[in-house]
């Protein structure tokens, strides 16, 4: 499967942007979903995930009450909605999906497909 991640833009604190990511080449509604985030000089950080049916998610701490993880399977998409963006959102940040038992997953190694990332920056 393909991922093309896109949305991302310059946004300045406590602005909102909505992230999406389209996959292509494969049965995407069997597929776990993740974001991940990375900064420069930093590792590629988990944000958020959502199980194949979207029933299951998982937030870091430090975005739980301000992004919200979904999907449209018809649509082959995932979405992050990001609000009260804060200047520590700042990143690169990426797409992810994997099949397994398991529906959510924070370890980047696990994710076998990725797309490309979608640049955020918030302004203070």
């Known amino acids: 499967v393909q991922l093309q991640a896109s949305g991302g833009g310059l946004v300045m604190a406590g602005g909102s942007l909505r992230l999406s990511c389209v996959a292509s080449?494969?049965?995407?509604?069997?597929?776990?979903m993740g974001w991940f985030r990375q900064a420069p000089g930093k590792e590629r950080e988990f944000v958020a995930s959502?199980?194949?049916?979207?029933?299951?998610?998982d937030y870091v701490d430090s975005v739980k009450g301000r992004f919200t993880i979904s999907r449209d399977s018809a649509k082959n998409a995932a979405y992050l909605q990001m609000n009260s963006l804060k200047p520590d959102d700042t990143a690169a940040y990426y797409c992810?999906?994997?099949?397994?038992?398991?529906?959510?997953?924070?370890?980047?190694?696990?994710?076998?497909?990725w797309g490309r990332g979608t640049q955020v920056t918030v302004s203070s």
């Open positions: 959502a199980s194949w049916r979207g029933r299951t998610t």
């Open positions: 992810a999906a994997r099949r397994g038992v398991k529906p959510n997953e924070r370890r980047p190694s696990e994710y076998p497909f």
């Open positions: 080449g494969g049965p995407f509604s069997n597929y776990n």
